[in-house]
């Protein structure tokens, strides 16, 4: 039965309690059955309009009537529980009503983070809807190139090395200079850099760019810390190379280096024969080839026997592709640290008539689109959870 205000007689303080709640209660059954706008519309009138609704009715049957000595507590009933109540429900069920129409044209539009958002500012809005399905929460995944840098970081900490890290807005100085690229060096066009705008009035050397490699945190560790060290430098570097398949001018490097007394050629071999072996499978064989770095000396890049074709060069009757039939693979740069880059850090220790060091550079991303079998790599930049969802 529909309800309808009372009279009262009796207008004691827990009278006047019960006859509350009851109101109370009933505004709440009748609204939780609100669920269009024209449903809402008949509901407001009833509770709230102007004419022969329970608020007019609650005014004049329990305040006007009330006798004198009573008009008090009634006054304060009606006006700070009442009055609120009502209104304060007829807001929260017009507010869920708006959100199963947002829920419903989500739904209609099968766009999935929508109807979870639409779904969760319902469940908000009416918590006792115990009758709904749960809501899923999409448990996020790990992002295929930080993946790949956590297992290439965590080969080399087992090796003993730590992390280190510097930024990348960098000056001249440590992106060039300390690297052993002289001012105005031809090797400085071998990376496209992006320059800071605006910074001509400085001298060269503290003029801002974006790093192109994260070589520079080698000269600023070791103008930190004192050798022995051993340390794999992950980071975000940029270079003004328009973005393609196999390009991006933001992409992720890994650098090592190793300082100590007498460390050999054979040291680098040996390090990074066992971390290929770590990351790519105990098969795979290693490949260096003489190359050239302002910052190593000798220099090489190493290569892995393609873990795609094995080494073949073939895919069944198919030439492999990311090996270009070659069978092998180049996976980084690397060589041992040029005595002049070490001049640059000599008074911490780092004489190299004293030291010597290896140090090695690969591209994390390139390392990321062979291991998944991607062919784009603007995939990895292009935020669509349907591709990401994948590496979960
Ligand atoms: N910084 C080089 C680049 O981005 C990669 C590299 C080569 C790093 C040799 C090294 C190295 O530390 O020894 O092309």
Redesign the pocket.
């Known amino acids: 039965m529909a309800y309808t205000v009372p009279k009262l007689t009796d207008y004691s303080a827990a009278a006047l309690e019960k006859k509350a709640s009851q109101l109370l209660s009933a505004l709440k059954d009748e609204s939780t059955a609100v669920k269009t706008e024209s449903d809402y519309e008949a509901f407001r009138v009833r509770w709230a309009g102007r004419k022969d609704s329970v608020r007019t009715q609650v005014n004049e049957l329990w305040l006007k009537a009330a006798p004198k000595e009573a008009k008090r507590a009634a006054g304060q009933l009606v006006n700070e529980v009442i009055l609120p109540g009502i209104d304060g429900e007829l807001r929260d069920r017009h507010d869920h009503i708006n959100n199963l129409a947002v829920l419903k044209k989500a739904r209609a539009e099968g766009i999935d983070a929508e109807i979870d958002a639409a779904r969760r500012a319902l469940e908000l809005s009416d918590s006792v809807d115990i009758t709904l399905p749960g809501i899923r929460r999409p448990i996020g995944a790990e992002h295929p190139i930080i993946k790949t840098r956590n297992e290439i970081v965590s080969v080399f900490e087992r090796l003993g090395y730590s992390v280190a890290e510097g930024p990348v807005v960098e000056t001249d100085y440590y992106n060039f200079e300390a690297?052993n690229f002289p001012p105005n060096h031809p090797a400085r066009d071998?990376?496209d850099t992006l320059f800071i705008a605006g910074q001509q009035s400085k001298p060269q050397r503290e003029r801002l760019l974006l790093r192109?490699?994260?070589?520079p945190v080698?000269i600023r560790t070791m103008e930190k810390m004192r050798p022995p060290i051993r340390i794999v430098i992950p980071g975000k570097?940029h270079r003004n190379d328009p973005p393609d398949a196999s390009h991006s001018p933001m992409f992720h490097?890994i650098?090592?280096?190793a300082v100590d007394t007498n460390i050999t050629f054979g040291d680098l071999k040996g390090t990074l024969d066992h971390a290929m072996k770590a990351l790519f499978g105990s098969n795979v064989k290693t490949h260096f080839r003489p190359?050239f770095?302002p910052?190593?000396e000798p220099?090489?890049?190493l290569y892995v026997t393609c873990f795609i074709c094995g080494g073949s060069g073939k895919r069944g009757p198919d030439p492999c592709r990311p090996c270009k039939q070659t069978g092998w693979i180049e996976v980084?740069?690397?060589?041992?640290?040029d005595p002049n880059v070490f001049e640059f850090v000599k008074d911490n220790g780092y004489d190299p008539k004293q030291v010597s060091g290896?140090?090695?550079?690969?591209?994390v991303d390139r390392l990321a689109l062979l291991k998944y079998g991607v062919d784009d790599i603007q995939l990895f930049f292009q935020g669509d959870v349907r591709f990401l969802q994948q590496f979960g």
């Open positions: 690297l071998t990376q192109t490699h994260t070589s080698q570097v490097q650098e090592g280096l190359s770095f910052f190593t220099s090489a890049e980084l740069g690397c060589g041992m640290v290896f140090a090695f550079g690969m591209g």
